[in-house]
Nanobody
């Protein structure tokens, strides 16, 4: 059973960089055909897709976040990471890592992913 677990700081100050890690167990992030994504859900709003890394290492970003987002991975540690630069209070949300075989869910719902983490609350505040 593949399991994903997000880890991060919880609280970030405005203008800082948010760094999140998704640790994967029970499967490999290099398994062919899987997109490993970061999504978030601000309170009272819909799910937003931020970016993803494919099983071969290619990266994909939402046009809305491309200029300040980076997704990378460590295959030895079997985890992938999100960096979101220059955060503002509008970046406050629950952040999830999730995986889907064969397609990028640019406008999907969490339930459409094959695997997903529990989510981690990130608050941007001074």
């Amino acid at each position: 059973q593949v399991q994903l677990r997000e880890s991060g700081p919880g609280l970030v100050k405005p203008s800082q960089t948010l760094s999140l890690t998704c640790t994967v167990s029970g499967g490999s992030i290099t398994t062919d055909g899987y997109f490993w994504s970061w999504v978030r859900q601000p309170q009272g709003k819909g799910l937003e897709w931020l970016g993803a890394i494919y099983s071969n290492g290619d990266t994909y970003y939402s046009p809305s976040f491309r200029s300040r987002t980076s997704v990378s991975r460590d295959t030895a540690e079997n985890h992938f990471t999100l960096q979101l630069y220059s955060v503002t209070p509008e970046d406050t949300a629950v952040y999830y890592c999730a995986s889907k075989r064969g397609e990028l869910l640019l406008h999907g719902e969490l339930r459409e992913y094959d695997y997903r983490g529990q989510g981690t609350q990130i608050t941007v505040s001074s």
